[in-house]
């Protein structure tokens, strides 16, 4: 039996090595494609709550205005605490909605959570988001 030169030897092991790289490599690249956000608006008194499911690239999932809302998150690069849609006024009338947003945003983990005084201040921020 003759034996493998090393050039072969180290060949076979570069090709093995690459043949199990490839798929481990293109999880996460996969994984970073698009946004997936689940989005739960809560009003502390008189109901009135509702949850979306966001999907972005493609714009899609339960969200009423998918388009409107991912553009309005790729604004700020995913990061919701960033946004200030329509920065006008509002009433002064205590009415709390509860929101948050958790999923993935392009590969990276999304969780936020905030309490708004009333809807006014929310769609403001938050815009087609919420």
């Not at 996969?30 to 714009?59: E, F, H, M, N, Q």
């Not at 605490?81 to 509860?98: I, K, R, T």
Request: proline share 8%; with cysteine; charged share 15%.
């Amino acid at each position: 039996m003759k034996a493998v030169p090393t050039v072969l030897r180290t060949a076979a092991a570069l090709c093995a090595a690459a043949l199990v790289a490839v798929p481990l490599a293109a999880s996460p690249a996969s994984a970073a494609a698009g946004a997936d956000l689940v989005i739960t608006v809560t009003a502390a008194k008189g109901g009135g709550a509702y949850r979306y499911l966001l999907t972005c690239d493609p714009d899609g999932g339960s969200h009423p205005r998918p388009g409107d809302a991912c553009r309005a998150l790729q604004s700020v690069d995913g990061t919701v605490e960033e946004l200030d849609v329509d920065p006008g006024p509002c009433l002064h009338v205590y009415a709390p909605v509860d929101v948050k947003v958790v999923g993935g945003w392009y590969g990276r983990r999304i969780a936020y959570h905030h309490e708004f005084p009333n809807r006014c201040l929310m769609s403001r921020t938050l815009g087609p988001v919420a």
